[in-house]
């Protein structure tokens, strides 16, 4: 079945280590995102990419980077620079820049740094 | 600012009664608008689109959108709900003001009574 995975569901951390987050796609979509969801808040983007060995800044990129060695591939590392990291941490992929809208999404990660 | 309100934060329906979930949003562009659904423990699943045309939009699942230009409105309507309806739902615009990136409205979590 194509979709996209995250891993791992729940993940644990101490303040000031570096996390990375996974997120896999068998959707052959070209375009990946990352949002970050906190309780009473929508959805907002922290980085996002439309093609391999590109991507940009969302609305909220500070203390975060991201890679794209892979097509189907697109970490999210939390570094210790992100004031607040502890939150639900959704990633989504589309078809291209043209179908942007439509998203799929992965089940997420839920982080909580202490 | 731009913004996305849904200003329920819970709605509570009886099983087979309607539904009307509220969005309003703030945008000086002809917006896109969309209704994304979360179920629990699961990601985000677009249930319907609008980018132009006929006002009233059919979506997945048996839902309904309508958007109304002159209320700045695009509520999500379903006419009988079912228990597996139960779930968080989202609401999105983009706009030429969001440089068409997804704005997210803060959610309504929809919970059925037996």
């Known amino acids: 079945d194509g979709g996209i995975t995250q891993s791992p569901k729940y993940l644990f951390r101490k303040e000031g280590q570096n996390v990375t987050l996974s997120c896999e796609q068998n959707?052959?979509?070209?375009?990946m995102y990352w949002y970050r969801q906190d309780p009473g808040q929508g959805l907002r983007l922290i980085y996002y990419?439309?093609?391999?060995?590109?991507?940009q800044k969302g609305d909220i990129a500070e203390g975060y980077s991201v890679s794209r060695e892979k097509k189907e591939s697109f970490p999210l590392t939390v570094t210790s620079a992100q004031k607040n990291p502890t939150a639900f941490y959704l990633c989504?992929?589309?078809?291209?820049?043209?179908?942007?809208?439509?998203?799929?999404f992965g089940p997420g990660t839920r982080l909580t740094v202490t | 600012a731009q913004s996305v309100t849904q200003p329920d934060i819970h709605i509570t329906v009886s099983e087979g009664a309607s539904l009307e979930l509220r969005c309003n949003y703030s945008?000086?562009?002809?917006?896109?608008l969309f209704w994304y659904v979360q179920s629990p423990g699961q990601g985000l699943q677009l249930l319907l689109k609008?980018?132009?045309?006929d006002t009233l939009v059919q979506g997945i699942k048996g839902f309904e959108a309508e958007f109304k230009r002159s209320q700045s409105s695009f509520n999500l309507r379903k006419p009988s709900v079912h228990w597996s309806d139960a779930a968080e739902y989202f609401c999105?615009?983009?706009?030429?003001?969001?440089?068409?990136?997804?704005?997210w409205g803060a959610g309504t979590k929809l919970i059925i009574k037996p």
């Open positions: 989504a992929s589309s078809i291209g820049e043209g179908a942007r809208y439509e998203q799929y």
């Open positions: 959707l052959n979509h070209d375009a």
């Open positions: 990419s439309q093609i391999v060995n590109d991507f």
């Open positions: 945008y000086g562009a002809t917006p896109y």
């Open positions: 609008y980018f132009s045309g």
């Open positions: 999105a615009v983009a706009s030429m003001d969001s440089n068409y990136q997804l704005i």
